[in-house]
């Protein structure tokens, strides 16, 4: 504990009516100046159940903060300009956001510029003492849309594969197929909402905030917190076989309704029981005779000595210079109004032309189920037959926007959920057809494996003039034009060949190239430049 002596009296610092207002007052203008984002964080809040805990964020925040109220009375704020250094980078990243109507980048933007706030104002010392609390406000920020897709489809795939374990345990025939469990009489789809996302998210804030709590060396509190990864995939492919047992035995009735929102509670508990245990245990590590209580550091602020000096803080000076450039930020970008994605006139796939060429096609459907996860705006999916009776899958989905969890899935993180498994992926040159920007078009080429069964994939992404194969170089394209041009709409387009037997790959790439070439030049008309 840091204190000020002065004849061997305690001097402590207390925060006056005025320093609060100002407090209060910058928070209100980064507030202001980041509400667009921080309302869809809301929104995430209120409608994703893997972000169900982000209200208790700011509470927790805020209560740990209070609870090192006593250390920091005992120092002097005397401000950083840092603080200012860093704040200006903060709040450019909120007015990109703005400009591109890009939610999570106006996220990130605030939470940098509220812990530079805090760092202008208290100065390094005092800092020190908040600092973690303040970066559990990270906890609250919902994933990019890309990170988050890739993350959900992966752990489908970890969880069904695990939960397919758990039910062979009981002597069960079962099957996987990617992320589809069949019983036989029934099968469980592992979709995104069991992901086990909605456990994960909220286990790692609350390790993280026990792994502050004890006091213990850092490699302990490490475990402490990086465990709470294993452990929520671990258990939430148990409850996932234990569903599959149930169902098996009970019927489907046992992975439907009120029992399995129940078994998810039950899971969540015991993946905090979890983590309890672990610090019991790694308490023993090391001849720490100290009960668990005693090392789990939940205190309450000291009163202050009824002697202590007690002195009026004062603003800071880099405090109000960071106050000068809040105001003129907020008012500038609230001047600027909301920036609202523009969504270009096109035609509807559902005009999209059945017959092309010498190729005659049959519109399929996707179920529900899918367009629940994918979130697309418009699509088109049909079976297309030659002369010869030779079959390609063409599909393409297309996004008004992609904000607030909507974005393209790229076929390489959904085919395994398929069950299939990629031998192969390069990129492809189509001879004969001319991208926009005059370069010639370039696509993803995978070839995939089931069984026995192979297939030809080929895909892009495109954006405008763009015809991308790279998902990364996507996203930053994604912000250039939303900032830009106001755009952020973009459709994934695929083609789709079974091998047949014996058959030449070539054959199928043939195959493939002579469906592209007649539907690429009608493209434009349902995916727009």
């Known amino acids: 504990m840091t204190s000020m002596e002065n004849n061997n009296e305690i001097i402590l610092w207390k925060e006056s009516l005025f320093m609060w207002g100002a407090i209060i007052g910058a928070v209100l203008l ?114 990019p849309s890309f990170v988050l897709l890739g993350l959900s489809s992966e752990l489908q795939l970890i969880s069904s594969q695990l939960g397919v374990a758990v039910i062979r345990l009981f002597d069960i025939s079962v099957y996987l197929e990617g992320n589809v469990i069949d019983l036989g009489s029934y099968k469980l789809q592992v979709v995104e909402a069991c992901s086990g996302l909605n456990y994960l998210f909220p286990l790692m804030s609350l390790a993280f905030v026990a792994a502050y709590f004890y006091h213990a060396p850092i490699w302990k509190r490490a475990i402490i917190f990086l465990s709470s990864i294993p452990v929520t995939i671990l258990m939430n492919s148990f409850r996932i076989g234990v569903i599959g047992v149930l169902v098996e035995y009970w019927g489907q009735s046992q992975a439907e309704g009120f029992l399995h929102d129940f078994e998810g509670w039950v899971v969540f508990m015991a993946c905090i029981a979890i983590l309890i245990l672990e610090m019991w245990l790694l308490n023993k590590i090391g001849g720490n005779n100290k009960s668990l209580q005693e090392v789990f550091g939940f205190e309450f602020p000291e009163s202050p000595p009824e002697s202590a000096q007690v002195n009026k803080r004062k603003l800071p000076t880099p405090f109000k210079a960071v106050m000068a450039l809040l105001v003129i930020a907020s ?64 599909y393409s989905a297309y996004y008004e926007t992609q904000q607030a969890g909507e974005a393209a899935h790229s076929p390489r993180t959904c085919i395994p959920g398929g069950g299939w498994r990629i031998k192969s992926h390069d990129q492809k040159i189509i001879k004969g057809l001319t991208s926009v920007n005059g370069g010639p078009l370039s696509v993803n080429r995978l070839l995939i494996q089931k069984g026995d069964f192979t297939q030809v994939v080929y895909y892009w992404f495109k954006m405008r003039e763009r015809n991308q194969t790279s998902e990364y170089s996507l996203k930053l394209y994604l912000i250039w034009d939303a900032i830009t041009r106001n755009r952020t709409d973009m459709a994934l387009v695929r083609f789709t060949t079974v091998s047949m037997g014996s058959e030449n790959i070539a054959d199928a790439d043939a195959r493939i190239e002579s469906l592209l070439n007649e539907v690429y030049p009608v493209l434009n008309k349902y995916i727009p430049e």
């Open 30 to 143: 980064l507030i202001l100046a980041a509400h667009d984002g921080l309302s869809e964080m809301v929104r995430a809040w209120e409608t994703r159940e893997e972000y169900s805990h982000g209200y208790m964020i700011p509470v927790i925040t805020l209560f740990l903060i209070w609870q090192k109220s006593d250390h920091l009375s005992r120092m002097p704020f005397v401000g950083s300009w840092y603080g200012l250094g860093a704040l200006i980078i903060g709040i450019t990243i909120i007015l990109i956001g703005n400009l591109g109507a890009i939610a999570t980048v106006i996220q990130y933007g605030f939470l940098i510029s509220l812990i530079s706030v805090a760092f202008a104002l208290t100065g390094v010392n005092a800092f020190k003492q908040i600092i973690i609390p303040l970066l559990i406000l990270g906890f609250m920020m919902p994933l």
């Open 331 to 394: 008012a500038g970008i609230f001047a600027l109004g909301k920036n609202e994605n523009i969504i270009p006139e096109r035609e509807n796939f559902i005009e999209f032309p059945m017959v092309i060429g010498e190729w005659n096609g049959k519109r399929d459907r996707l179920e529900q189920i899918y367009l629940d996860a994918l979130k697309l705006d418009d699509y088109v999916i049909a079976d297309y037959h030659n002369s010869n009776g030779e079959k390609v899958n063409f």
